[in-house]
């Protein structure tokens, strides 16, 4: 099989490209990047070309007659389940452990479901809090987005109840960390400066996740981007890191 192409957008900004990206690269996905920058002209070659809504993230592999297009998140993690990983993506378990018990099939309907739900949802976050990974910045939230921190942090401690503190959400890495993994930035960028206050499982949560490799690895290349892209700025920006933190 042809190895795919990953065309992604600006990593400060793209949270969606960050779910795809990290997924492929927490299963050890052989895999090319293309990165486009969002709201440019330079994109839209690239964009109808390949994307058919026009949107990041998109995976594509074959030629001609056999090229395969993925666009939107959930349906790269769906078909890298189905044709690239051995590894189960909703539980992080062998195909052959996946099948062994009901405990197991609980926790991937649970997985499915949460990652439905951060795909189709939480917009009270995701509009409040735009993912802006080397800012720190301050927000008046709104009560639709301090509703949704309260439903990501019931979440949190449901899944991390009986793990031990360095856990991911399901003990393996699954297709929800990775779809929650932009949250994560967005707390980062906003909750202190914001007065949100936390609970020791999410911060605990929050402190694992920012240490995944694969994460900081993409939070670096983040902070070696320059362009700023308005649209994706919220709230009153206090401080910055990376390679713009010396033109402030």
């Not at 964009?47 to 998140?73: Q, S």
């Not at 062998?94 to 062994?100: D, G, M, P, Q, V």
């Not at 995944?212 to 919220?234: G, S």
Request: proline share 4%.
């Amino acid at each position: 099989m042809q190895k795919p192409l990953l065309i992604i957008g600006n990593k400060n900004y793209s949270s969606w490209s960050l779910r795809a990206w990290l997924l492929l690269k927490a299963f050890n996905i052989n895999f090319d990047e293309q990165l486009i920058e969002l709201f440019h002209p330079s994109a839209i070659p690239i964009l109808d070309e390949h994307a058919p809504t026009g949107k990041v993230p998109v995976l594509v592999y074959g030629e001609n007659d056999e090229k395969v297009t993925v666009w939107d998140t959930l349906a790269i993690a769906m078909h890298i389940n189905d044709y690239f990983t051995n590894v189960d993506v909703w539980t992080g378990l062998s195909r052959s452990e996946t099948k062994s018990n009901t405990s197991i099939r609980i926790n991937s309907a649970y997985c499915q479901s949460i990652v439905a739900e951060m795909h189709s949802g939480l917009m009270g976050i995701r509009s409040d809090m735009p993912m802006n990974i080397r800012a720190i910045a301050k927000i008046q939230p709104s009560a639709a987005c301090l509703k949704d921190i309260a439903r990501i942090e019931e979440i949190f401690a449901d899944c991390l109840k009986s793990r031990s503190t360095d856990s991911y959400l399901f003990g393996p890495f699954t297709a929800a960390d990775a779809f929650f993994a932009p949250v994560i930035l967005r707390l980062q960028t906003y909750a202190d400066a914001s007065d949100i206050v936390l609970k020791p499982t999410t911060k605990q949560y929050c402190e694992t996740m920012l240490n995944n490799p694969h994460l900081q690895a993409w939070r670096e290349a983040a902070l070696e981007e320059t362009r700023v892209i308005k649209e994706d700025e919220a709230g009153e920006i206090l401080s910055v890191v990376g390679v713009l933190a010396d033109q402030r």
